[in-house]
Nanobody
Framework: QVQLVESGGGLVQAGGSLRLSCAAS????????MGWYRQAPGKQRELVAT???????NYADSVKGRFTISRDGAKNTVYLQMNSLKPEDTAVYYC?????????WGQGTQVTVSS
């Protein structure tokens, strides 16, 4: 089991950058997959990026080349660096941890990109 707390969201102009943080309540060295998802108003939650324990990363096509996911094991934190933000990136961003067959979610952090 793990508790996740996101931070770093806010309002930014198009073209700007934000870095989201996801602090875990336990070591992330043993968490197989950690990721970021987002949900825009009226839309389903969608995958943004994932990071595996082996170091592999995966990104949605819409964010490739603009977003970077990373882990800091010493701080038990996962980051999402978001550059060249677009209005369509506006959503609530959620951190996710997959442990065995279970998935755990944070409470989300709002990202709003103005045009």
């Amino acid at each position: 089991q793990v508790q996740l707390v996101e931070s770093g969201g806010g309002l930014v102009q198009a073209g700007g950058s934000l870095r989201l943080s996801c602090a875990a309540s336990r070591t992330i060295f043993s968490i197989a997959v950690m990721g970021w998802y987002r949900q825009a108003p009226g839309k389903q939650r969608e995958l943004v990026a994932t990071s595996t324990i082996g170091g592999s990363t995966n990104y949605a096509d819409s964010v490739k080349g603009r977003f970077t996911i990373s882990r800091d094991g010493a701080k038990n934190t996962v980051y999402l660096q978001m550059n060249s933000l677009k209005p369509e990136d506006t959503a609530v961003y959620y951190c996710n941890a997959r442990i065995g067959a279970s998935g755990y979610w944070g409470q989300g952090t709002q990202v709003t990109v103005s045009s």
